[in-house]
């Protein structure tokens, strides 16, 4: 086999038989020959111009000028701020200064330099409130109410209460009673007029219908002395003047009777020396036996049932009491407002002592009375529910009620 392969058109060349002149030496290479240093030509740098090496310089700082818009942005702040100082008062130097200062001018230039390309942030300028902003913020912080009246203030006795409101249900006599025994306990001498046709209060006290010969029908309708129809409680200090079914037809009898909204009130000036509280129990309605108590009364108490319907029927009855404050009696006010039948579990009747609490709250008494059943079982028994049950929970409220309505005045009668 070849190791070479023939080109075509070539012969092969003969092999020379002389060795070469490096093969008898040790080392077995060829000889290194020497080389030749070459010159090698010079680098020419060219000079780089001066400019060109150093590092570019900052921009110059433009003062501020009517061209750029930051310096608009300023001029406009600064003539805002001119005519606010000019319409400010002469009283508030001190929101004037320090609206200048916060100003973009108190600024020296050239300190907080950004780069070109970015924008610098306009500075916020307090605006100091005018005086069109300041009469419509005092209106929303104090709103006008009607019957301002504080209950904590010590009254001067004798008082005159209506315990009234249109709505039935809300705990009207069972405050008349509990609340008025409580105040007996404290030593007040109290009468409790009942003016409601049912006489629950009547009854609740212990007074059967058959054991008195004048009623308050009488007192109304005849101008009997109202001082022959007090009838004693078995509660010291605490007297009743009952009533009977024959009040129903009051308000029929009384539309063609003389001065028929102050027959009471003149029954109530006779004796209202004898006492230090007089409670008038309304019916849960609006006619002439209302109107009647209301026109008597110096201050109206007002049981609120913690539900919604108690909220509809406290606006209807401030309605009427400005009827009445404004025709017959101007000495009228609302002084109290009680909330009866609190239940605690429940987010309703939070809600609703809230919302009263929040549109009355120099009226709304502190305590609450709350829903037991002991308060519903002493009407049954004809005993107030300090006496039916004294360690009790309506009883301790009723207590609690009675000393924040007397406010430790000092007693005068008996």
């Known amino acids: 086999m070849a190791l070479f392969r023939k080109n075509k058109g070539e012969s092969p060349q003969p092999k020379s038989s002389t060795p070469p002149a490096w093969a008898g030496k040790p080392s077995g290479r060829p000889p290194l020959t020497p080389v030749e240093p070459t010159e090698v030509p010079p680098v020419v740098t060219e000079e780089v111009p001066e400019e060109v090496i150093e590092a570019p310089a900052t921009p110059e700082v433009v003062p501020p000028s009517v061209e750029t818009p930051e310096a608009a942005a300023s001029l406009e702040v600064e003539e805002q701020v001119a005519e606010e100082v000019t319409e400010s008062s002469l009283e508030e130097p001190e929101e004037v200064i320090s609206t200048l200062d916060s100003s973009p001018e108190a600024v020296e230039p050239g300190l907080d330099q950004e780069s070109e390309g970015e924008k610098a942030p306009e500075a916020d300028v307090p605006k100091t ?223 609703v002592a809230n919302d009263v609490r929040e549109h009355f709250p120099e009226q709304v008494c502190e305590s609450v009375i709350p829903r037991t059943v002991r308060l519903s079982e002493a009407p049954s028994f004809g005993q107030p529910i300090t006496v039916f049950d004294p360690r009790s929970t309506g009883a301790e409220s009723y207590r609690k009620l009675a000393r924040e309505v007397s406010n430790g005045a000092p007693k005068r009668a008996g």
């Open 129 to 351: 409130p005018s005086k069109k902003e300041k009469k419509k913020s005092s209106k929303t912080e104090k709103p006008e109410k009607e019957f301002k009246a504080n209950s904590k203030t010590v009254r001067e006795l004798p008082r005159v209460m209506a315990i009234a409101n249109q709505k039935g249900g809300v705990g009207k006599t069972t405050t008349t009673i509990s609340l008025g025994a409580a105040l007996a306990e404290l030593g007040y001498r109290v009468l409790v007029i009942d003016l409601d046709p049912q006489g629950n209060a009547t009854t609740g006290l212990g007074i059967e219908r058959s054991n008195f010969e004048h009623s308050m029908y009488d007192v109304i309708m005849h101008e009997h002395p109202l001082e022959d129809c007090v009838e004693p409680t078995s509660v010291k200090n605490l007297f009743v003047a009952p009533a009977t079914l024959d009040l129903s037809g009051v308000d029929i009898e009384l539309v063609s009777a003389f001065s028929r909204e102050s027959r009471l009130k003149r029954a109530i000036d006779l004796i209202i020396d004898d006492f230090d509280f007089i409670m008038i129990d309304t019916p849960p309605s609006l006619g002439l036996i209302t109107i009647n108590a209301l026109t008597a009364a110096k201050e109206v108490l007002v049981p609120i049932q913690c539900e919604y319907f108690a909220l509809e029927g406290l606006s209807q009855l401030q309605k009427t009491l400005q009827l009445v404050a404004s025709n017959l009696n101007p000495d009228l006010e609302l002084s109290t407002i009680v909330l009866t039948m609190f239940d605690s579990r429940t987010n309703l009747a939070t809600d």
